[in-house]
């Protein structure tokens, strides 16, 4: 079955970098993009970007660019989202999820805590 | 810049009927927002419902149904139960292969 692990839980000062991985497993890794999205404490949900498993494109929106790096590891099976000049307002929990095409992210990872505190 | 619109709450009685809306903020949803609908329970990843308008998702029972409603796309939920308490977002397509989630809807089941 379609799994993905995230890395655990980080705690970063303002200024600080996160690099948050996200293995995927139990399909093609390079059939599908891998999106970003990221929730606040008590907040919504805040869609960031996404990285293609095949050619390792990419995208991220408006507000996280310049701030947000996406890479992939395809032996691996690995995407990393790397978000820097962290404020605390980026204190959130970060997810990956699989997307499959018409806005469906079917498969998500467990979330990853990011707190950015001095 | 774009931003997609929820009714932040909503109540249904057990076994009833409730819909909830997603709209923007200038102009009108359509199918070419390709909109998407994702329940989230506390402490958990968002679960998707519909995507594509109004294709459920695996799994998903029946009685969640999505649809284009006047200017919005709006998901409904016929014959609600108490574990569909819970919050609900939907997701628009805003072109350049990227989506903006609205600001999420909490469904009382009571």
Known sequence: ?118 | QTVVTQEPSFSVSPGGTVTLTCGLSSGSVSTNFYPSWYQQTPGQPPRALIYNTNTRSFGVPARFSGSILGDKAALTITGAQADDECDYYCMLSVGGGLWEFGGGAKLTVL
């Open chain 1, 1 to 118: 079955q379609v799994q993905l692990v995230q890395s655990g839980a980080e705690v970063k000062k303002p200024g600080a970098s996160v690099k948050v991985s996200c293995k995927a497993s139990g399909y093609t890794f390079s059939s599908y993009a891998l999106h970003w999205v990221r929730q606040a404490p008590g907040q919504s949900l805040e869609y960031m970007g996404w990285i293609a498993g095949g050619n390792g494109d990419t995208k991220s929106s408006q507000k996280f660019q310049g701030r947000v790096t996406m890479t992939r590891d395809t032996s691996a099976g690995t995407v990393y989202m790397e978000l820097s000049s962290l404020r605390s307002e980026d204190t959130a929990v970060y997810y990956c999820t699989r997307g499959v095409g018409g806005g469906n992210l079917d498969n998500w990872g467990q979330g990853t805590l990011v707190t950015v505190s001095s």
